[in-house]
């Protein structure tokens, strides 16, 4: 099974560029969630915890829906201390049997004021009606001068597949009230041997809005909507597998964090 898991990707945008930079963080492309605003920068040396929950209504990675039907629940445990950030995360079908576990390790930096980083390591195991695991290296870069317009950059290496996937996004923040900021975004998303070895280059098309709203008590409630549009990758593959369907994905989710 090769692919980025939607939970890894909620961590690695948790816990990865925008956990470590003090302005507004991205949100989300192709299969990254965003969990919680940045933690405010004099509290990097103390450990921070956080738990969400989270519930997506298909489980989109790579363009691709991974699940015959139905949707996905996700929970999320994670630590950090200064940079460096450890987490675990389980995903369950709500309508077939699928379950995954994330484990991961990663590490932010911020190169200038406006240019941070992150690189990671996370072992992913799958269970359903096949049994398989995988072993991913990721890393990601985020240029924040103004928030209404915030590219970024993602990249995943996967042990398993021996190919990577890089995603290209363009994120806007637009804060509409105290505590409640709203984020329309674009990703544009390439393979190289990471979902197919039949074909290197463009991938699928995203965009979505996504929303957040800081509650009482650390808690943090998100959601979003997505559409995406698949290119000569998805397609090639669909043809390969004598699939006829249209292949562009609607999808939404929710997640409501706590953090402590």
């Not at 692919?3 to 948790?14: E, R």
């Not at 389980?90 to 911020?110: A, K, L, M, P």
């Not at 991938?203 to 000569?232: D, R």
Request: with cysteine; hydrophobic share 35%.
């Amino acid at each position: 099974m090769n692919h980025t898991s939607q939970c890894s990707a909620l961590i690695a945008l948790l816990l990865s560029t925008s956990a470590f930079a003090d302005d507004m963080p991205n949100i989300d492309d192709s299969h990254n969630t965003k969990v919680i605003e940045s933690l405010p920068a004099d509290n990097h040396d103390q450990l921070q915890t956080l738990v969400d929950l989270g519930w997506d209504s298909k489980y989109i990675s790579e363009g691709r829906n991974n699940l015959d039907k139905g949707g996905i629940y996700w929970a999320t445990a994670a630590i950090q201390k200064n940079n460096v950030n450890l987490y675990a995360t389980v995903g369950r079908g709500d309508s077939q049997h699928y379950t995954e576990w994330n484990f991961g390790i990663e590490y932010g930096f911020n190169l200038t004021e406006n240019l941070s980083g992150s690189v990671g390591y996370q072992r992913l195991e799958f269970y359903g009606d096949d049994r398989a695991h995988d072993n991913e290296l990721f890393s990601s870069l985020e240029y924040s001068a103004v928030d209404w317009l915030v590219p970024s950059l993602s990249y995943t290496y996967s042990t398993e597949a021996n190919g990577y996937f890089v995603e290209v996004s363009v994120h806007s923040n637009w804060e509409l009230n105290s505590g409640l900021t709203v984020s329309p975004y674009i990703t544009q998303a390439f393979d190289f041997k990471y979902a197919t070895e039949e074909h290197d280059g463009a991938n699928h098309f995203q965009f979505g809005v996504e929303a957040e709203y800081l509650l009482p008590n650390n808690l943090v409630l998100s959601g979003h909507i997505s559409h995406t549009i698949a290119q000569e990758d998805i397609k090639l593959e669909a043809r390969n597998n004598g699939v006829t369907d249209n292949l562009d994905q609607t999808f939404a989710g929710i997640h409501l964090s706590w953090s402590f």
